[in-house]
């Protein structure tokens, strides 16, 4: 969509609009949200404190800005995600933009000629004064118009689109959330999985764990062993020193796999936080490990594009990978359903 398009598109939705709103949708296009996260707790208690008193206004929860952001509506609240989660989520989304000034003044340059063409509703002189005034001020934050809020009754928060595909694993998380919870994130390389771990990291506070920590030692790596669907990994070890510990709500720590000398390190990996722990990795929904897990997501990918991700990120590596990681890991999805065992699938883009 270019910004024309969108323009005219919120004039349609919000007839009520004046060009103050309007120059609000843009600005958070370019700027985002950044300037208005401070404190974590006191979010929170804002996105309480209005949803409280929403007054529902919307059939939708997420609307795409003419950019790098989307305005997610409170009423996703209703849909089952925690305040707590939308607060981390806003917050994690505030990020500096190196040319948002730049990209806002193309987007203003579009609405100004829209104005100057009669494409809009707003008086000519007026209009285009009050986007001088603004610019005067250094293009200041700015709220929606009395008229826009007494009409919309707006409540939302503007949030990167890079985390819209994950919308549905906060749900899901959220819907079931437990005192102590442990989640698989399992799929194919180059899907995403570590991106997901880090992003449910930064939003919960869990704990990450690689299942690239617990490859086979250089003794293990037999024949037979890879000739098991899913062999390619010591999962005994994840299990004992892992898995089976949060389960009875033991202290965790690991060694972890040094893939410079096949062997595991000398130090120890401890959790210091077991409310929620990820276990992120190809083989992490092995069959004897699915009941320690309280959520698992399946992380998929279109070959193709799998390809091309591997050959961007490990071009040296490459051809390893064509010829005998990809066909490991298909074998084992395959011998044991692993996708369908999941209870989410998260496509990767």
């Not at 992380?299 to 990809?326: C, S």
Request: hydrophobic share 35%.
């Amino acid at each position: 969509m270019n910004t024309e398009n969108f323009i005219n598109n919120l004039l349609v939705k919000y007839p009520s609009s004046t060009v103050q709103d309007i120059c609000k949708a843009l600005y958070q296009s370019c700027f985002g949200c950044g300037h208005f996260v401070d404190d974590i707790h006191a979010c929170k208690e804002r996105i309480i404190s209005e949803y409280t008193s929403l007054q529902p206004c919307t059939s939708f929860s997420i609307e795409p800005l003419d950019g790098n952001y989307v305005r997610l509506y409170l009423s996703i609240l209703d849909e089952g995600m925690s305040a707590d989660t939308l607060a981390s989520l806003f917050s994690i989304s505030a990020r500096k933009e190196p040319y948002a000034i730049v990209a806002l003044e193309e987007k203003l340059t579009v609405l100004k000629q829209m104005i100057t063409d009669g494409k809009t509703p707003f008086d000519q002189n007026a209009s285009l004064a009050w986007i001088q005034d603004w610019k005067d001020g250094t293009y200041l934050p700015i709220s929606h118009s009395a008229s826009y809020r007494n009409t919309y009754h707006p409540a939302y928060r503007v949030i990167h689109k890079d985390y819209v595909p994950y919308i549905p694993v906060l749900l899901y998380i959220d819907q079931h959330r437990k005192d102590h919870m442990v989640i698989a994130i399992d799929g194919h390389c180059g899907a995403g999985k570590t991106t997901l771990g880090v992003f449910l990291k930064d939003i919960y506070g869990a704990s990450l764990i690689h299942v690239d920590d617990f490859y086979l030692q250089k003794h293990q790596r037999t024949a037979e062993r890879y000739s098991q669907p899913g062999g390619n990994f010591d999962r005994e070890r994840l299990e004992e020193e892992v898995l089976q510990p949060l389960q009875k709500g033991k202290p965790v720590s690991y060694h972890w796999f040094d893939c410079s000398t096949f062997s595991l390190s000398s130090d120890l990996i401890h959790l210091t936080n077991t409310h929620m722990t990820v276990i992120e990795g190809s083989y992490s929904m092995y069959p004897s490990l699915r009941k320690y897990y309280d959520c698992s997501i399946f992380v998929d990918i279109d070959p193709e594009r799998q390809i091309e991700r591997i050959a961007k990120r490990n071009p040296d590596l490459l051809e390893d990978f064509r010829q005998k990681w990809i066909p490991l890991e298909n074998t084992y999805f395959e011998a044991f359903d692993v996708q369908e065992a999941c209870d989410l699938t998260l496509l990767s883009q």
